[in-house]
């Protein structure tokens, strides 16, 4: 475990995905982040690379070849090298090697990021091609903050609170957890969309169009919030396990299949590519008040 710390947070990181397991929130003494109950979901915050969502046959399609990958990729089961790190900061890395080349054969770093200003943790991916292509992929986060934040609060006391207006319409997932093609709308109270026990019953709301680049999570019943902005992430999954204490706020660059034939991986939705000797970077930032 990697810890960081500041007068406002304690951030506690994990060399396995690179994934956080804890921010507290000193002032307030308040736990932040889901803690990982395996017997309800077994993940903090999972970083997702080099795919997000899942893929038809369980395969990636690359120069004619299909090569085996999970539902949101192999990093957030991998060991990440620390690389850097100060008392507010921690870089951690993930190189190309025996362990990536049966799944994703390109040459590659993955750094994972976290920084510590005041209130703030900002959290930055990048990835180095150092392959002799253009390699392509997908990246995003899947961070479970636990609500309610306190004890004696309800689940529907909170909502998300969207910083533009909005007229949200998710894109349906089938039972597999791919594209339908189908959108339904999601009602919103002025900007906010309330937190209810069956609000993720059909999955996940992912919104692909979305004039928002900030979401708050945020109660009736006091002012303490976090505020997730995604200035560099076009998609965003909210998500929750039906009737669990916890929501997903989840920026991404990239998606799941959808149903039909299977696509080239230059041809996925949302896909991402950096040219050779090339360096892409993308962050978040996650504020506590």
Not at 185 to 206: N, R, S, W
Not at 243 to 269: H, M, N, R, T, Y
Request: net charge negative; with cysteine.
């Amino acid at each position: 475990m990697t810890t960081l710390e500041n007068d406002f947070l304690r951030v506690t990181t994990r060399p396995q995905g690179a994934e956080l397991t804890s921010i507290l929130h000193k002032p307030t003494g308040i736990e932040h982040l889901w803690q990982a109950d395996p017997a309800v979901w077994g993940w903090h915050a999972p970083n997702l690379f080099p795919i997000v969502g899942g893929l038809l046959n369980n395969e990636l399609l690359i120069e004619g070849h299909a090569y085996p990958m999970e539902r949101h990729g192999f990093a957030r089961k991998l060991a990440f090298d620390l690389l850097d790190s100060t008392p507010t900061t921690a870089v951690w890395g993930l190189t190309s090697g025996k362990q990536t080349e049966p799944h994703f054969p390109y040459g590659f770093t993955f750094q994972i990021s976290y920084e510590l200003i005041d209130e703030q943790l900002v959290v930055t991916y990048k990835v180095f091609n150092q392959d002799t292509k253009t390699i392509y992929f997908s990246v995003g986060a899947h961070p479970a903050f636990a609500v309610p934040f306190n004890a004696g609060e309800a689940y529907e006391d909170y909502y998300i609170d969207f910083n533009e207006p909005e007229q949200l319409e998710t894109h349906m997932l089938s039972k597999d957890g791919f594209f339908t093609g189908e959108t339904r709308p999601v009602p919103l109270d002025g900007y906010k969309l309330h937190l209810t026990e069956h609000l993720f019953d059909q999955d996940a709301l992912v919104f692909k169009q979305l004039n928002s680049r900030s979401v708050a999570i945020r109660s009736t019943k006091h002012s303490h919030s976090v505020d997730v902005e995604f200035p560099d992430f076009t998609y965003l999954g909210i998500w929750a396990k039906p009737g669990a204490p916890f929501v997903c706020i989840e920026p991404w660059l990239g998606c799941a299949d959808s149903e039909g034939e299977p696509k080239p991986i230059q041809q996925k939705e949302a896909i991402q590519h950096v040219d050779v000797g090339g360096e892409f970077s993308a962050s978040f930032t996650i504020t506590f008040s």
